[in-house]
C-alpha cells in the first residue's frame, strides 16, 4: 500500500491532461526545452569569455610582488595626520 501502481500514474495522468489539456502541456514543455538549451549556451559564453579573459591578463611571478618589506610601513601609514613636516594654517 506504500507505493502507487501503473494504474495510479495514469488516473493522475489524465486528471493532469483533463485540466490542463493537451496543448498548454506541449507548450510548457516546449519552453522549457528552450530555456534548458538558453541555459546551456549561457553558461558555455561564461566559460569562453573566463578562459580568453585568463588568457588576455598576464600573471606576475608568484615570488616577485612589490610591496612594502616586513617591518617597514608604507609612508601614510608611518606618520600621523599633521607629523609630516608641514605646518597647518591656524584656523
Do not use: C, Y
Not at 500500500?1 to 506541449?26: D, Q, R, T, Y
Not at 538558453?38 to 610591496?67: C, L, R, V, Y
Request: aromatic share 6%; proline share 8%.
Amino acid at each position: 500500500m506504500g507505493s502507487f501502481s501503473i494504474w495510479h500514474w495514469l488516473v493522475v495522468l489524465l486528471v493532469v491532461l483533463l485540466l490542463f489539456g493537451s496543448g498548454k502541456i506541449s507548450g510548457l514543455m516546449g519552453d522549457l526545452a528552450k530555456g534548458i538549451k538558453s541555459f546551456k549556451q549561457n553558461i558555455k559564453e561564461d566559460e569562453k569569455d573566463a578562459s580568453m579573459e585568463a588568457q588576455a591578463t598576464p600573471q606576475p611571478p608568484a615570488g616577485n610582488i612589490p610591496g612594502p618589506q616586513q617591518g617597514q610601513a608604507s609612508a601614510t601609514q608611518a606618520q600621523p595626520e599633521g607629523a609630516s613636516g608641514q605646518s597647518r594654517p591656524a584656523a
